[in-house]
């Protein structure tokens, strides 16, 4: 393969054979996706991190770690009572992951 000076594709390059290292970046996206729609959600609905931990009776950071997507628990269950306590519901679907792939 030529020299590149492109970042993604030197990092594609690097990543490519790697089934480890793209489930990694794939449950990181999903977790990055998941905190963009709990703050959206939030922010939405107007209410403070702290607000919508009491209405889901959990603590601020919690909230705080969901938006950072720095959650270790499943954040999905978060994010299903948080729709729930916004009166909203959760809809998920399966993708194609080629018509998602970044490199």
Request: charged share 20%.
């Given at each position: 393969?030529?020299?590149?000076?492109?970042?993604v594709?030197?990092?594609?390059?690097?990543?490519?054979?790697?089934?480890t290292?793209?489930?990694?970046?794939?449950?990181?996206?999903?977790?990055?996706?998941?905190?963009?729609?709990?703050?959206?959600?939030?922010?939405?609905?107007g209410l403070?991190?702290?607000?919508?931990?009491?209405?889901?009776?959990?603590?601020?950071?919690?909230?705080e770690?969901?938006?950072?997507?720095?959650?270790?628990?499943n954040?999905?269950?978060m994010?299903?009572k948080?729709?729930?306590a916004?009166?909203?519901?959760?809809k998920?679907?399966?993708?194609?992951?080629?018509?998602?792939?970044?490199?």
């Open positions: 393969m030529p020299k590149t000076t492109d970042a594709k030197i990092i594609h390059q690097m990543i490519a054979d790697d089934p290292i793209k489930e990694q970046i794939a449950l990181e996206s999903l977790n990055s996706e998941i905190a963009q729609l709990i703050y959206d959600a939030r922010m939405n609905a403070t991190q702290q607000q919508l931990a009491d209405l889901i009776h959990v603590e601020q950071s919690v909230i770690d969901l938006e950072d997507a720095d959650y270790q628990d954040p999905l269950i994010l299903q948080i729709a729930t916004l009166n909203q519901r959760v998920m679907s399966l993708v194609s992951s080629r018509a998602s792939i970044l490199f």
